[in-house]
């Protein structure tokens, strides 16, 4: 079944005027589009907290159930609220249209509503879930909105693939590939008919050449009558379990709930089903940084409306060339008694303060005792940040690989010039012969070989 062609475009539902009670709520038309600036320039690494205003503008007005009066009164004390905290981010956000967006929208809404600008402010208060029964809460979602039954009613169970980011930073790709690479900046995950997965991917320290997620986006696209579109964001030290206009499922359709946010850790672990495409996603925070985790069906992998431009995101096609660390050569310069730093000519220098060589091993097989490339991976981080965190990110990276990677047997990956243990074994190869077994067999055939010489 092909999905209809979306087109990634957020638009507001109501305009800016509002009028009477929940003029509140629909003066908030401009929010999708806030988040839709907000991720569409995603390159900017300075600290802007723009995200932050938005989401705590949202929180402070969505839900009220007061009069109109008093709505009146909150939604006005929310926009000074909301003008107060994008002029305290003022000077980080200068070159953020998202900011600008927000900023315009403010001076508006306040002009509509005749909102003083001096007056009382409000404080942030949670998105109340609202009562069983409403749109947010229904459980009979139509067939479509379940993949597994809408996509594979009478065809076989489909076939699902993992794709992994993390640490410093290494990808596992949704065709079992593991690179190292370097990719500084705003980079593509993931592209398709249904989502796109994008990471800023910043500097650990000063001076070093050591780089690792610090901001993702994720954007559901609208999808029929399952889900509305929605973005879901995060920063270094900010893992919000909800999406960016506050809710926690996919808005106002029947199927809302065929995609929902689980908070499993309180700012530190958040898995994302996607039920309407089979799609399973957990993004962590270990140390300072966001690791990525996803689980998706390969029809959903391969829908995209543009086939050229398919190779573009790294899940599915790896890091270019140009952006990748020869893992080997690192190791084989950094391997070696008492060694604290690589060489100045190695991929990728070294922070100041790293680990040596033994200390790194030592540390890594504590949490990872298989010598696979996550082990490898751990290694490689130590010596390039000193950051001790980043053995925490290579083990839940490998932990997702377990929970979420649908073959069993290829959970672990090596090197491809070593076998893992037993590997040769399991796949039946006999040892080569040995150059001793290769003369005793050629012993009965001597003298015949004697005499074809001597004629």
């Known amino acids: 079944m092909q999905p209809p062609r979306e087109r990634l475009v957020v638009t507001g539902r109501a305009g800016w005027m509002g009028m009477g009670r929940g003029a509140a709520r629909s003066a ?25 205003c938005n989401s705590e503008f949202w929180s402070a007005t969505a839900g009220s159930q007061s009069q109109v009066a008093d709505e009146a009164r909150e939604f006005c004390a929310a926009l000074r609220t909301y003008a107060l905290c994008t002029r305290r981010t003022a000077r980080t956000c ?23 600008k001096d007056g009382p402010t409000s404080q942030p208060r949670l998105r109340t879930l609202p009562p069983p029964g409403d749109s947010q809460e229904r459980s009979d979602s139509p067939e479509i909105c379940h993949y597994e039954k809408s996509f594979h009613k009478h065809a076989a169970t489909p076939n699902y693939t993992h ?86 499922n996919g808005g106002d359709k029947h199927g809302a709930n065929s995609l929902k946010i689980t908070e499993k850790v309180s700012g530190q672990h958040v898995e994302i089903q996607a039920k309407y495409i089979g799609t399973t996603i957990v993004v962590r925070q270990v ?74 091993a030592a540390k890594c097989k504590e949490k990872l005792p298989v010598e696979d490339l996550y082990y490898q991976a751990c ?9 001790v965190n980043f053995t925490l990110a290579a ?34 190869l006999s040892p080569a012969p040995s150059p001793l077994l290769g003369s005793l067999l050629l012993l009965p055939m001597l003298p015949g070989l004697l005499e074809a010489m001597a004629a």
């Open 379 to 387: 290694v490689f981080d130590l010596l390039t940040t000193g950051d």
């Open 163 to 248: 794709c992994g980011l993390f640490g410093d930073p290494h990808l596992r790709t949704f065709t079992d590939r593991f690179q190292t690479c370097k990719v500084q900046g705003a980079w593509p995950l993931i592209d398709n008919n249904y989502l796109n997965v994008q990471v800023t991917n910043t500097p650990v320290l000063p001076g070093s050449a050591a780089t690792a997620t610090s901001k993702l986006t994720i954007i559901f696209k609208n999808f029929q009558e399952c889900v509305d579109q929605k973005v879901y964001q995060a920063e270094m030290d900010e893992l919000p379990a909800a999406f960016a206009d506050g809710s926690k």
């Open 287 to 360: 140390g300072r940084y966001l690791t990525f985790a996803v689980r998706m069906p390969e029809e959903v992998v391969n829908a995209v409306e543009d086939r050229d431009s398919q190779g573009l995101y790294l899940c599915l096609r790896g890091c270019p060339l140009n952006q990748q660390i020869d893992f080997q050569a690192f190791r084989a310069n950094a391997e070696g008694p008492g060694t604290r730093r690589q060489a100045a000519a190695s991929p990728a220098p070294a922070a100041p303060d790293t680990f040596p060589y033994e200390t790194a």
């Open 28 to 52: 908030l038309g401009f929010w999708p589009t806030l988040a839709f600036l907000l991720c569409s320039f995603p390159a900017a690494t300075s600290p802007c907290k723009i995200l932050k």
């Open 94 to 116: 200068r070159g953020d249209l998202a900011y600008h967006s927000a900023v315009h929208g403010i001076e508006d809404l306040m002009s509509q509503h005749n909102c003083s």
């Open 395 to 428: 083990y839940y990276a490998l932990e997702d690989v377990k929970m979420l990677h649908s073959n069993k047997d290829r959970l672990h990956l090596y090197e491809r010039t070593q076998e893992p243990p037993g590997r040769a074994a399991a796949a039946g």
